[in-house]
């Protein structure tokens, strides 16, 4: 606490020290209260892990299903196809749970006081960020170290793995901008829970689940264009195919972009916000 | 007037104020439920349609086989409204007001399950609309919907009691929030989404004797066309275990909640 005053109070405070104690300050909270931060990200991903692998395993029979990419000589079958899009959805049923923080911060009146010290707002943004992504790693290792246990395959070892889950936290991150925005908009600590639906949407509507070969074409031409799809192309690269093929670069760069759209629209609401007030 | 009269006009006063309430709060207590059952069937009709074109699919389309969970899920997906409704007045005095008055306090709850009862069939009947709209079978036409609508207002009554009990046993909203996901492994783990034949064996086992499955099995087979007596009557009986059972525990707590000091 004490380090933490120094810093907001000192002029000079680097930003990078600022967004340190953001982190810390946030994986504290979340320590004390593990469940919804650690926990809960996970639950939706390893029951549809659990019942798709055993319900939809027979929907690689279909027509249309090989051209949609599904390697049918692949020991895995729809189970190995599965797994890499369902990790995803870690972050899409998962994100957004700092924002909850960031809401009540604003209602107590906690960042008008910042502003008495001197201290820069947008490093709360960038530090509830990067734990958002540390918060996604332990659901992500316990879906995949599932979704292998259920018919997932990795011909790439650790580094297919890692990949993945670089990956996933990308995506929390990305996604994650969203939160803050409505949450900054709203200040209602419940913006988490209200938001989190739209996650099946974007995971239903990519090719997550099924290759776009089965999908209606409605559906098909939404898929085509909804960013979670290169995302899990690259991650079902990563794990049975070649990693570094031209997927991953893509999904990355993405990825990239898209976390620098939404933190700076989130950065930008928060500025109007307090210049506002 | 008799006893029975009286408590009948009370309960239908009771009615008239929750619906009244309801209608207030339409989003919450009509919308979601409906649209969260329509947008269920209609992601997993985009993703997984095409598994009725593998052999051995009982159906002609995989909208057929859903359409009626979707219909029963709608009452799923809805619970609670009315427990939640009673703790706020148990909270805000109104069940201590009630003592006062010559009224028989087991109105208030008997006013409240007859609406959840009635508030059931409008999410059920726009998504059974909206499944054949979509392209579902309904092969017994009004008579069958009818039927299908009943099954739904009959798994209400009784999947409430389980708030019911909770909102009177712990007296805690986040109790009676918290058994809000209860009915996701009921869903998953039944034939809502799949025949046993398409599950493992495991699961298969799992999903067979699942409580739910029979009253799915039966509003299935109303829309399809060709009843299943028994199931029909091993999923009400199983419903009406299950009603006895969680409004008895709740009838005991309510008694000792608003007995006489």
Not at chain 2, 27 to 50: H, M
């Amino acid at each position: 606490m004490n380090e933490s005053r120094n810093v907001l109070e000192a002029p000079g405070a680097t930003a990078g020290r600022a967004v340190g104690l953001v982190f810390r300050r946030q994986a504290t909270a979340a320590l004390r209260d593990p469940g919804p931060h650690f926990v809960l990200p996970a639950l939706p991903a390893l029951l549809m892990t659990v019942v798709f692998t055993a319900l939809f395993d027979r929907i690689g029979d279909a027509p249309g299903y090989d051209a949609g990419g599904l390697d049918r000589s692949h020991a895995g079958g729809y189970d190995a196809f599965l797994i890499p899009g369902v990790v995803m959805l870690v972050a899409l049923l998962g994100a957004g749970a700092t924002s909850a923080s960031l809401a009540a911060d604003l209602r107590s009146g906690y960042f008008e006081r910042l502003r008495l010290l001197g201290a820069r707002p947008g490093t709360h943004l960038t530090g509830r960020l990067l734990f958002e992504a540390v918060r996604l790693l332990p659901g992500t290792a316990v879906v995949l170290g599932v979704g292998l246990v259920f018919g997932g395959d990795n011909r790439n070892g650790i580094v297919g793995l890692a990949l993945v889950t670089m990956l996933v936290a990308m995506l929390g991150m990305a996604y994650s901008g969203v939160f803050y925005t409505v949450a900054i908009r709203t200040t209602d600590p419940q913006t988490p829970f209200q938001l989190q639906p739209l996650g099946l949407p974007l995971a239903f509507l990519s090719t997550a689940l099924v290759p776009l070969g089965v999908m209606p074409g409605w559906a098909e031409t939404i898929a085509r264009w909804n960013p979670v799809s290169p995302v899990v192309d690259a991650s079902r690269q990563a794990l049975t195919g070649d990693p570094w093929a031209g997927e991953l670069p893509g999904a990355v760069a993405l990825l990239a972009g898209i976390i620098v759209a939404t933190h700076a629209l989130a950065s930008l609401t928060l500025r109007r916000r307090l210049a506002g007030s | 007037m008799t006893a029975a009269r009286t408590f009948l006009r009370d309960t239908g006063l009771i009615f008239t104020r929750t619906a009244r309430e309801a209608k207030g709060n339409a989003g919450l207590a009509f919308v979601a439920p409906t649209l969260l059952s329509v947008f269920l069937i209609v992601l997993f009709q985009a993703a997984y349609g095409q598994i009725a074109e593998v052999s051995g699919w009982p159906t002609d389309r995989f909208i057929d086989w859903v359409a009626p969970g979707a219909v029963l899920l709608s009452v799923f997906v809805g619970a609670g409204y009315t427990a939640g409704g009673l703790l706020r007045d148990a909270d805000s005095g109104y069940l201590d007001r009630i003592r006062l008055l010559p009224a028989h306090p087991a109105t208030v709850l008997a006013g409240k399950i007859g609406f959840e009862a009635a508030r059931a069939i409008i999410p059920a009947t726009a998504v059974l609309l909206v499944a054949i709209t979509l392209g579902a079978d309904n092969r017994n036409g009004l008579p069958g919907g009818i039927a299908v609508i009943s099954l739904a207002v009959a798994l209400a009554i009784a999947w409430n009691g389980i708030f019911y009990y909770s909102a009177l046993a712990t007296r805690n909203h986040a109790a009676v929030l918290g058994l809000q996901p209860l009915f996701m492994p009921v869903v998953m783990f039944s034939t809502f989404w799949v025949p046993p034949d398409f599950m493992p064996g495991w699961y298969a086992t799992v999903a067979i004797w699942n409580p739910f499955t029979p009253t799915l099995d039966a509003t299935r087979s109303i829309m399809l066309g060709a009843t299943d007596w028994a199931a029909l009557g091993t999923g009400l009986g199983l419903l009406a275990m299950l009603a006895l059972l969680t409004y008895g525990l709740a009838g005991r707590h309510y008694a000792a909640a608003t007995a006489a000091d």
